[in-house]
């Protein structure tokens, strides 16, 4: 059973069109996560959800938004893409009880923008 | 502001021998120390942590050192082996639940 898992794996897109990457985990966690791993290979928080609550929102472009249906998923979705937005983003989750909680992350989804 | 730093981008070591792999970090609100490991076209698995309250962590062939005063932690994986060989990130965050910061990766290769 794939524990944080992404789809779609691969995604290649023109500049300017919409497309949403969908992120589920069956953990049981309360809180889920996007990270962007850039061309410098950084890996970078971009959004955090607990409990289908914002808690975490970086400066990120509006055209970037997160979407919790319930707590088992995040989505992202991307309006308007740009050439900048090609990076591996990452979906993880977590249960937050105290200072050990681990963060769990999914396969990665690999966008590019042409 | 690069607040976690793995100045390191790769590493080789022969199989059986030691690895080390060094992190330093400049925010002292960090509490929470992690290292995952990723291979290509994976996600990042999480492998040991440390809280700030101690300096050493171990399980199995892998441990964790942390010199606060330093800012300082390492990767240390004895014996080495072939499977090993991935890149290894450094995360650190304040409190439970909050954000991660990684520090930028050390590829490790462990030849056989």
């Known amino acids: 059973d794939t524990a944080v898992s992404q789809t779609p794996k691969y995604l290649v897109t023109q500049m300017g069109n919409d497309k949403s990457i969908k992120c589920e985990q069956n953990l049981g966690h309360d809180t889920m996560y996007w990270y962007k791993q850039d061309s410098k290979k950084f890996l970078k928080i971009m959004f955090s959800y607990n409990n289908k609550e914002l808690i975490i929102n970086e400066t990120v472009p509006n055209r970037f938004s997160p979407k919790s249906p319930d707590k088992a998923h995040l989505n992202l979705h991307i309006n308007s893409l740009e050439l900048g937005d090609s990076a591996v983003y990452f979906c993880a989750s977590s249960q937050v009880r105290d200072i050990t909680d681990t963060q769990y992350f999914g396969p990665g989804t690999r966008l590019t923008v042409l | 502001d690069q607040q976690v730093k793995q100045n390191s981008p790769s590493l080789s070591v022969q199989e059986g021998r030691i690895s080390i792999l060094n992190c330093d970090y400049t925010n002292s609100m960090f509490d929470y120390f992690l290292w995952y490991k990723k291979y290509p076209a994976e996600g990042p698995t999480f492998l040991i942590s440390i809280s700030s309250i101690k300096d050493k962590n171990e399980d199995g062939r892998f441990t964790v050192f942390l010199n606060k005063s330093a800012k300082h932690l390492s990767l240390h994986i004895v014996p080495s082996q072939p499977g090993d060989s991935a890149v290894y990130f450094c995360?650190?965050?304040?409190?439970?639940?909050?954000?991660?910061?990684f520090g930028e990766g050390t590829q490790l290769t462990v030849n056989p």
């Open positions: 995360a650190a965050r304040r409190t439970s639940g909050s954000r991660l910061t």
